[in-house]
């Protein structure tokens, strides 16, 4: 079978052009982004904020310590991979319920037993409540005992690559009910109340105060989480896109024909990337988790988030008159999107970076297979790779 793409050594690493797209790229006219993993470097933060609010649910609940290396990188990489988990409230949502199935069952029980008895409503008192009438429930060593089978059990739901977080919860269900488990989990599950809005949402009150930090939380939800965090994990982000690509893109395309379709805020995203936010058309602009906050609830906004084609379809419209868009994404989810939205409206093609990935050879075989007619290291190689084809003469 001959070699569909042509390969171009970059400074930054191997960048993928598919042979056949030549005269698609050419005649581009504007280019849209998703933001985590492509403008901003997250894996300090969103990666982080799982893990933290995870630990934070369980060292409360247990009154013991739990190592932040029982919440293996690689289970949040599955399930990403999955294309199915745009929100990482999903994520640790996911995580948290595999956890508490594989405590012991005596725990289990007196977490149900506890339960009955606490009438708080909001989330953190809700933990705060549990976790007096639990202490001393759980082995004081459980944690640093059993890290490696929780981390193995981690792994093995999440290597079996659950569509999306409804499917897996299922699945989890499904294997407690085997165990004997079934009612306890039920009972975690109404617990963390994890489809209702905030102040009640366990997941989405400790995962945005340690995303956000205690201010930007409070700007947003418009009360304090009671959680102490002096700063948000958003502190650590970092630029990957430096204006300069901005810029070349600009002079290449015009003024206004860069857009934005992120599951991400539109708070989180002007913090991070402050005036480079004037580069992107306004009217070209979707953030799905301000729908989120809008419409009260993560279940209300399912038709809207990614792999669902809404937010490439809102943004490209808001640019106005496009006839042939680029999204470039980095991930399972975003590609999935280009070809749902080509589904309705035949007019989007997908570029996937690779390099800030956990497994780069791996996400360029993905992206291969997904037939992304580029494939770069960063987004910052993208002007050169538009600047080489529009070089090069056709055949």
């Known amino acids: ?122 989330a953190t008192e809700r933990l705060t409540a549990a976790s007096s009438k639990l202490s001393g429930r759980l082995s004081r060593e459980y944690f640093k005992e059993n890290g490696k089978r929780l981390r193995e059990a981690l792994i093995k739901l999440t290597q079996s690559r659950p569509r999306d977080r409804e499917v897996a919860e299922r699945l989890i269900l499904e294997s407690a009910e085997r165990e004997g488990c079934a009612k306890h989990l039920k009972d975690f599950i109404k617990f963390l109340a994890y489809t209702s809005e905030a102040p009640h949402n366990m997941i989405s009150v400790l995962f945005d105060t340690y995303f956000y930090g205690p201010t930007l939380f409070k700007e947003l939800y418009g009360f304090e989480s009671g959680v102490k965090v002096r700063k948000g994990l958003i502190e650590k982000e970092r630029l990957i896109v430096t204006e300069e690509t901005l810029e070349a893109l600009e002079e290449m395309l015009g003024e206004g024909r860069l857009g934005l379709a992120t599951g991400r805020s539109s708070l989180a995203t002007k913090k991070t990337l402050g005036d480079l936010l004037n580069y992107f058309n306004s009217k070209g602009m979707v953030f799905i988790e301000d729908l989120k906050y809008k419409m009260g609830g993560e279940s209300l906004i399912k038709p809207y988030v990614k792999p669902q084609p809404y937010s490439l379809l809102e943004a490209a419209a808001g640019i106005g008159d496009v006839k042939s868009v680029l999204y470039v994404g980095n991930s399972s989810e975003d590609y999935i999107m280009v070809r749902n939205a080509n589904s309705v409206k035949r007019m989007f093609l997908f570029a996937g970076c690779y390099a800030l990935q956990r497994r780069p050879s791996k996400m360029i075989k993905l992206f291969k297979d997904a037939e992304a007619v580029i494939i770069i290291p960063t987004v910052n190689d993208l002007p050169k790779i538009l600047g080489y084809v529009r070089g090069v003469r056709g055949g």
Request: glycine share 4%.
């Open 1 to 122: 079978m001959p070699n569909k793409y042509q390969e171009l050594n970059l400074e930054g690493g191997r960048a993928y052009i598919r042979s056949d797209s030549f005269e698609q790229i050419k005649s581009l006219d504007a280019v849209i982004f998703d933001c985590d993993g492509v403008l901003i470097d997250t894996r300090t933060s969103y990666d982080e904020a799982i893990r933290r609010t995870v630990q934070h649910i369980f060292r409360n609940l247990t009154s013991n310590p739990l190592p932040l290396n029982t919440i293996p990188k690689q289970a949040i990489y599955n399930l990403r991979l999955s294309g199915g988990f745009n929100f990482d409230w999903d994520t640790t949502y996911v995580i948290a319920l595999t956890l508490f199935k594989n405590l012991p069952k005596r725990f289990q029980e007196a977490f149900s037993e506890a339960t009955k008895q606490i009438d708080a409503e909001e």
